[in-house]
Structure formats: C-alpha cells, structure tokens
Nanobody, 122 residues
Framework: QVQLVESGGGLIQAGGSLKLSCTASGRTFSNYAMGWFRQAAGKEREFVAA????????YYADSVKGRFTISRDNAKNFVYLQMNSLKPEDTAVYYCAGYSGPYYTPSTTQYWGQGTQVTVSS
C-alpha cells in the first residue's frame, strides 16, 4: 500500500519561507514522478510543481515560478517543496502526489497524501 505523508506546514508571515517535506512508502519511490498540489478554501485543487523520477526536470505553476523549488532525495524517499517569498494567496492545504510513471504527465496522479496546512499572514 502506497503512503505519502507531508510535513512542514504552518503559519508564516508574508515574505517568509517554509519547506514542505513528503515521505513515500509502499513502492519504489525513485521510479516515479512526484508533485505538489494545493487547495485553498472554497477553491479547486491546483497544480503547484512536479519533478521527474531522477529529478532532472521540474515543472511549476506560473503563480509560484521563481519562488518555489521542488526537489527530491531518492535515497531517502523524500520530495520537498521550498517556498520562498510567500504571499497570503499561497495560503492553502498542500498535498504531495505520486504520479503513475517516471515522467510528469498532467492528470496521471495516482496517490495523494493527507495534506498539510500552510497559512501566510499579511
């Protein structure tokens, strides 16, 4: 059974930084692309970032490009999201996602974590 567990969320002032972590178990982590999504209150879940199986290619939503960085450590089965220059509009529940293959393909998320709340105060 595949499990994704996020951590690192919290309350932060605008302009600050947070680093989210997600650990995966239940399948060979290094064989699959991973991603981060977020869902703000009253809104649909949206794509934030993704990284291919070896970490060679990354993808970002326009709204976070230049501020967020996704990375992974295949030896430790972790994927990270470094979030800098946070804005109040980044407030959301952030979800770790596992894709069904080694490369990022939209709409092929297969597994989800339970989410971690990020709140950015102005």
């Amino acid at each position: 059974q595949v499990q994704l567990v996020e951590s690192g969320g919290g309350l932060i002032q605008a302009g600050g930084s947070l680093k989210l972590s997600c650990t995966a178990s239940g399948r060979t982590f290094s064989n699959y692309a991973m991603g981060w999504f977020r869902q703000a209150a009253g809104k649909e879940r949206e794509f934030v970032a993704a990284i291919t199986w070896r970490g060679l290619t990354t993808y970002y939503a326009d709204s976070v490009k230049g501020r967020f960085t996704i990375s992974r450590d295949n030896a430790k089965n972790f994927v990270y999201l470094q979030m800098n220059s946070l804005k109040p509009e980044d407030t959301a529940v952030y979800y770790c996602a596992g894709y069904s293959g080694p490369y990022y393909t939209p709409s092929t998320t297969q597994y989800w974590g339970q989410g971690t709340q990020v709140t950015v105060s102005s």
